[in-house]
């Protein structure tokens, strides 16, 4: 999905001389990465040219929800989490049962 940048708030255009320009993305977060065009029209003609731009970030947990199983279900427990993969983790489990048998926990990583 392409979108225009809009000017103001976090981003603006900063020129030097006649021939040059940059684009300041104040406070970028993960959500500011990806391709972007520049095109240029004058009139002589016309160029574009794509630019990658990737958001170095620490892992942060977005979205994780509570779930509650019944015994001898598969459960499934997801969870979002944003930062410049790949990212390492580990699952940890704090089960408190009274019984011996253990409900049967799948964790997916997606």
């Known amino acids: 999905m392409q979108k225009v940048v809009e000017m103001g708030g976090s981003n603006k255009l900063l020129y030097e001389a006649d ?3 940059s ?3 104040k406070n970028a977060n993960t959500d500011d990465a990806g391709i ?3 095109h ?3 009139d002589l003609g016309e160029g574009t040219s794509e ?3 990737t958001i170095k970030a620490p892992p942060k947990i977005k979205k994780i929800t509570d779930v509650m199983y019944n015994i001898s279900e598969t ?3 997801e969870v979002e989490v944003d930062g410049l993969f790949p990212i390492q983790y580990e699952i ?3 089960f408190h049962y009274s019984s011996t048998q253990l409900p049967r926990i799948i964790f997916y990583k997606i």
């Open 40 to 42: 240029a029209v004058n």
């Open 36 to 38: 972007y065009s520049f």
């Open 51 to 53: 630019i990658n731009l």
């Open 75 to 77: 459960g499934r427990i």
């Open 92 to 94: 940890i489990s704090h």
């Open 23 to 25: 684009l300041l993305i």
């Open 19 to 21: 021939e040059s320009m």
